[in-house]
């Protein structure tokens, strides 16, 4: 009796990452705030619709007081948003919310950022100067925070930058990472800064705004391209074609 073959085995099953772009569940309003939580926890009073897009640098996400609450509420209660010193209304203090892991699992599908140029920083003034601390996974990115803020005129260095490479570091409210650490004393110019000298040197992102704002001037260097080639190829079309010989 002939032995019955056996089926070829079933190839493996490519598993997604979670939350891809198509089905991240932060979308519209939920999305504007999310941008807004993605490196800070954030007393609700701040995420009224009243001032959010100047204070956010992120369009308005158009909800009423009631309306807003009620969303949040709804993404607590699907584990993407979490309160932190809940009853701290009890004691005259605002409730304050933030992303938890998953938000920011869902916020990282919906933006796809760059995290080895993301960058983190902290300004203190001391007795003597100012105290500088730039982190973030790349060195180079970090660097190029403090010669884009020397040349904006954000800050002046007054020092050497000591440099420090730390592992599993809290740099946001629900990520860690291993980031560089540079910390150097300077002064504060007492000319106005250029944002747009800045933006144009500066090869990180510190926020969602930056992230759409890089994101608008990649399109809109690649419609000014497809734009000339399109020139171009008119002009090829309307010039004369050469007499044959």
Same mark, same amino acid.
């Given at each position: ?24 569940? /932060? ?26 897009? !100047? ?7 158009? /909800? ?5 609450? $009620? /969303? ?13 010193? $809940?009853?701290?209304? /009890?004691?005259?203090?605002? #409730? ?17 950022? #760059? ?34 803020? !020397? ?67 990649? !399109?809109?260097?690649?419609? !000014? ?8 190829? #008119? ?11």
């Amino acid at each position: 009796m002939a032995k019955k073959r056996r089926r070829p085995a079933p190839p493996p099953i490519k598993r997604q990452l979670a939350l891809p772009v198509s089905t991240s569940p /932060l979308r519209g309003a939920i999305l504007a705030i999310a941008d807004a939580l993605v490196d800070q926890d954030i007393p609700t009073p701040a995420l009224t619709n009243r001032g959010f897009a !100047e204070k956010f640098g992120s369009p308005s996400h158009g /909800l009423d007081d009631v309306a807003l609450a $009620r /969303l949040l509420d709804e993404y607590v209660g699907r584990g993407l948003l979490r309160w932190r010193g $809940r009853a701290d209304h /009890l004691l005259g203090r605002p #409730d304050v919310i933030g992303l938890t892991a998953a938000g920011g699992a869902a916020w990282e599908a919906a933006r796809t950022p #760059d995290w080895d140029r993301y960058v983190d920083v902290t300004l203190r003034e001391t007795r003597e100067d100012w105290r500088l601390e730039v982190r973030s996974p790349s060195k180079d990115a970090a660097y190029s925070y403090l010669s884009a803020g !020397e040349a904006a005129a954000l800050h002046v260095l007054t020092g050497k930058p000591r440099w420090k490479k730390l592992p599993g570091a809290a740099v946001l409210p629900w990520r860690k990472m291993s980031v560089w650490v540079a910390r150097v004393s300077c002064r504060i110019p007492a000319m106005a800064p250029d944002p747009v000298r800045f933006a144009k040197q500066f090869a990180g992102w510190r926020s969602a705004r930056d992230l759409r704002d890089a994101r608008e001037r990649a !399109e809109a260097a690649k419609a !000014e391209a497809r734009a000339a080639r399109a020139e171009k190829a #008119d002009k090829a079309k309307a010039e004369p074609a050469a007499p044959a010989e």
